[in-house]
């Protein structure tokens, strides 16, 4: 099994730039993908930011030139530093990942509990 714990969240003063962390554990033999969704109140789960094993990031446009996608390859840890928040930023944020947890196996996806933003004054 895979674990993914989300941590960084809270509440953020607009143009805040909290910084959200997700550390992988358990059985991983290689992970493809991670990366960051967000789901605000009565809304669908959006993807924010993905990033790939070679190094390929995708952003979503509204967060394009605010966000930044990370990785610690060697921690199976991802991260996203936002920066100028808005309130509209608020959400409760989901780590993701594409795990392959043994040689041989296929990938699965795998969702961290979330982390909530919020950006108020």
């Known amino acids: 099994q895979v674990q993914l714990v989300e941590s960084g969240g809270g509440l953020v003063q607009p143009g805040g730039s909290p910084r959200l962390s997700c550390a992988a554990s358990?059985?991983?033999?290689?992970?493809?993908?991670m990366g960051w969704y967000r789901q605000a109140p009565g809304k669908q789960r959006e993807v924010v930011a993905t990033?790939?094993?070679?190094?390929?990031?995708n952003y979503a446009d509204y967060v394009k030139g605010r966000f930044a996608i990370s990785s610690d390859n060697a921690k199976n840890t991802v991260y996203l530093q936002m920066n100028s928040l808005k309130p509209e930023d608020t959400a409760v944020y989901y780590c993701?990942?594409?795990?392959?947890?043994?040689?041989?196996?296929?990938?699965?996806?795998?969702w961290g509990l979330g982390t909530q933003v919020t950006v108020s004054s």
């Open positions: 358990g059985s991983i033999f290689s992970i493809a993908t």
């Open positions: 990033l790939t094993s070679g190094g390929s990031t």
């Open positions: 993701y990942a594409y795990v392959r947890p043994r040689a041989g196996s296929n990938f699965y996806a795998y």
